[in-house]
């Protein structure tokens, strides 16, 4: 632990970011064991997944946000609403494949570009502001401020990687359910994690650069991460029909990441 403390802050947000995508490949290498999962199963991962991420949007990133303006709601406000936009912009450009229940909703760019291609650009689209969330975190932890702390910081990224284990079972098997073979699916399924650490220390060297944007972004990474919980996450948990599960599975994500951040942070 005291290696991990004495690392720089961009360095500390590459480790925790490999955390994380080392997670997204454990919950990935499920295919290798099951060609199918449970839709009730799934249903709870997912919620329980949306959960994680919104306990983190608020008590990780706009909280700190708030206290670090002051008490003003001008930063936190305009960052969440950037973030959001951020996101909604990349979902118009960059071609992928949305897939809830039986519906499919292809975004972004006209291609011919295969649908599992499409399906792991749509993970791999949402995994960015997850480590761009843990990057901006340990990069304001490292500006040594009171409303931003290392525990904290260590705190979202156990979070974000215990949500990350769900998303990878949930990239790989319905590739390996389209017929793709249980390694290639595994493969991609990892492979939809790996843009979190390139976001990781873009968000802390960005944050290190100027005290000044910290609010903006922190507020900006909980909004980019609201995004993708209310298109992608909450939609998809709900496809069965079963929303009770993935509700539960919600209240118990939210639980865990509140119950981590106030006991760590």
């Not at 305009?78 to 450009?93: E, H, K, M, Q, Y």
């Not at 494949?97 to 650009?121: A, C, I, N, Q, W």
């Not at 968000?203 to 209310?230: N, R």
């Amino acid at each position: 632990m005291e290696f991990f403390i004495n690392l720089s802050p961009v360095m500390q947000a590459l480790l925790a970011t490999i955390f994380t995508w080392f997670v997204t490949a454990v919950g990935s290498s499920m295919v290798i064991f099951f060609k199918t999962v449970n839709k009730t199963l799934l249903d709870l991962m997912l919620g329980f997944a949306a959960g994680v991420m919104i306990a983190a949007s608020f008590w990780s990133l706009l909280n700190p946000a708030i206290e670090m303006s002051n008490g003003s709601w001008v930063p936190a406000v305009v960052g969440f609403l950037v973030g959001g936009a951020f996101l909604r912009g990349a979902d118009l450009i960059i071609p992928h494949l949305h897939k809830v229940g039986s519906y499919e909703d292809k975004e972004g760019v006209t291609s011919k570009l295969p649908r599992s291609t499409l399906m792991v650009f749509a993970i791999t689209l949402h995994n960015f502001p997850e480590g761009l969330a843990v990057g901006v975190a340990f990069g304001a932890a490292g500006l040594g401020l009171h409303s931003a702390t290392l525990t904290g910081a260590i705190a979202l990224a156990i979070g974000i990687g215990i949500q990350n284990f769900p998303e990878g079972a949930a990239v790989s098997i319905p590739l390996r359910i389209e017929g793709i073979s249980r390694w290639r699916s595994f493969m991609w399924g990892q492979f939809s994690g790996m843009v979190e650490p390139i976001a990781g220390v873009i968000g802390a060297t960005i944050v290190l650069t100027s005290q000044a944007i910290l609010p903006y972004a922190l507020s900006f990474a909980a909004g980019a991460m609201i995004y993708v919980v209310a298109e992608e996450v909450i939609p998809e948990a709900h496809s069965s029909g079963k929303s009770d599960i993935a509700t539960i599975g919600v209240i118990i994500g939210f639980a865990l990441m509140m119950a981590l951040d106030v006991a760590l942070g």
